[in-house]
């Protein structure tokens, strides 16, 4: 999600495609989370389903997004992180979380206070989006990962790999108990399995036949899993309450059709499409646009009000021409902003690199020797 402007000539349009179709299933994730929509256990018709359905998607769009950034960055020959990228990303995010705020402060919608203005300047710091703020640590942490994991022969990954699916993601799914984690820790398993698929996994090792079959497997065992539960709920409180039980991003099912996703998109031979690769480049501002703490209930609650097609089929043409629009709209905005507010952004910055690496240098040296002494 760390768009720079030269890297769209080489990157991989197949790949950029699944970043787009991935925030596309996360945006209809949220229409169905976020929409206010509250069954009757008895409820069984058509528009429920389609919410599961479409519920079904936001974890493993967020799955493959991690699993993206590790296939690109496990390669990464810098013993650092990219000074440029890291401003590009807090400038991104702090633009949203002031402007956002700015515009619906000015307007009255929300209250203007000491708290809430520095929470929307320091958005990374106060996780105001959560996923972004993780995101953001493991970009840090991404050099250290890779002389990890490039340390260790293949059958070594091998072994790591399946243990941290075991502890993380098969005995959690079996046992409905999650061991002490948290989300930058699935983030990083997520990177280690997309490494190991860059590193060791060549691409005409199956064909996307086989990815594709098996991907359709995964998600009907996945989806009807909801349907059971619904049924079995209306006898049980544990299946009412945990209808859509298997689509957490740490749930095999999931993880399996994220890997799938991945492994079509990798394979697939798809030939360099500039719009492809542009509209790609915007997916992360539709994620802060529209899933801003401000914007969300004001979008599906209000302006969509999606609830209102609850017991509709209805709902079904209503969600596709919703996240439609929001897709459209927040891609647009978020293309502008690229041009009128980064590129100048990014020339200054720029032309001060040299400055700031050696300003960062020197703070870095002085908590360094502060912790550890001087050698």
Excluded at 178 to 198: D, H, K, P, V
Excluded at 316 to 342: F, G, H, K, N, W
Aim: aromatic content about 16%; overall charge positive; glycine content about 6%.
């Amino acid at each position: 999600m760390l768009y720079n402007p030269k890297d769209v000539k080489v990157r991989d349009s197949s790949i950029e495609l699944l970043r787009i179709i991935s925030m596309i299933m996360i945006v209809f994730h949220h229409f169905a989370v976020h929409g206010g929509f509250e069954w009757k256990e008895s409820y069984t018709g058509i528009s429920r389903f389609w919410h599961n359905f479409i519920t079904m998607g936001g974890k493993i769009g967020v799955n493959v997004f991690i699993l993206i950034s590790g296939y690109y960055l496990i390669n990464s020959k810098a013993n650092s992180v990219d000074i440029k990228r890291v401003i590009k990303f807090w400038g991104q995010v702090f633009f949203y979380s002031v402007i956002i705020f700015t515009v619906f402060g000015a307007l009255g919608v929300v209250d203007v206070g000491a708290k809430s203005i520095i929470k929307a300047c320091f958005p990374i710091t106060f996780l105001q989006w959560g996923f972004a703020s993780t995101y953001f640590v493991l970009y840090l942490l991404h050099p250290f990962l890779n002389k990890f994991l490039h340390s260790m022969d293949k059958g070594m990954y091998q072994k790591f790999i399946i243990l941290i699916v075991v502890c993380r993601s098969i005995i959690p799914t079996i046992t409905t108990v999650l061991f002490e984690t948290n989300l930058l820790l699935w983030f990083i398993i997520l990177y280690s399995i997309a490494g190991y698929i860059r590193l060791y996994v060549s691409n005409n090792e199956h064909s996307v036949k086989y990815y594709v079959i098996f991907l359709i497997f995964c998600s009907i065992v996945t989806y009807y899993s909801t349907i059971v539960y619904i049924i079995l709920g209306s006898r049980w409180d544990f299946f009412a309450s945990n209808v859509t039980y298997f689509y957490g991003e740490e749930k095999i099912t999931t993880l399996l059709i994220s890997v799938s996703l991945l492994m079509i998109f990798v394979t697939l031979k798809m030939k360099y499409n500039k719009w492809i690769n542009i509209i790609a480049s915007a997916t992360f501002g539709v994620f802060l646009i529209h899933d801003n703490n401000i914007i969300r209930p004001l979008l599906w609650g209000k302006l969509f009000n999606n609830a209102r097609y609850q017991e509709s089929a209805l709902i079904i043409p209503y969600s596709i021409m919703a996240v439609a629009v929001v897709y459209i709209v927040c891609t647009l905005i978020d293309l502008l902003r690229q041009q009128i507010i980064e590129k100048p952004v990014m020339k200054i910055v720029d032309c001060n690199l040299n400055k700031i690496t050696t300003s960062l240098a020197r703070i870095y040296n002085v908590i360094n020797n502060f912790i550890f002494g001087k050698d």
